[in-house]
């Protein structure tokens, strides 16, 4: 088995589309839909597509089945406050401990985020979604 670990990034694309992509040192693949699932799902075909063709020319693709591929999901902070909007910005830029204005920006696309706040703010996004695990309703 040669498993394979490909992240797949999220971003906003034209009007309400949405793009994702995923690029490794042999190939870039796009894709754009209307919904984030619909992307994944694209791109996956389009990972299936490549192994299938162009793969078997490559050493380190030629074993690689789709099944045994890992994907992760990384977003851009627009397309995370588009797609999670139950997410409140303000509610995380005090998590985070960054200026609520200056988190605006970001979700915005007016302004891009360091690595270091990007950070801050993924952190934030996790406890908050650890403490929401942990939530008991009577």
């Known amino acids: 088995m ?7 990034v999220i971003e906003k694309g034209d009007d309400e ?3 994702g992509s995923i690029s490794t040192d042999d190939f870039l693949l796009t894709t754009v839909a209307n919904m984030e699932e619909e992307v994944i799902q694209n791109l996956k075909m389009l990972i299936a597509d490549f192994i299938q063709h162009e793969g078997q020319e490559s050493s380190s693709w030629k074993n690689v089945k789709v099944d045994d591929i890992e994907y992760s999901i990384e977003y851009d902070l627009t397309t995370l406050f588009q797609i999670f909007d139950a ?3 303000s509610a995380v830029a005090k998590l985070a401990g960054i200026n609520s204005g200056l988190m605006r920006q970001y979700a915005s696309g007016t302004k891009n985020a360091s690595a270091k706040q990007a950070r801050k703010i993924e952190d934030a996004v996790r406890a908050l979604g650890m403490r929401l695990t942990q939530v008991s309703i009577k």
Not at 2 to 8: C, G, P
């Open 87 to 89: 997410l409140k910005i």
């Open 2 to 8: 040669n498993a394979k670990h490909l992240s797949i």
């Open 17 to 19: 589309e949405i793009a």
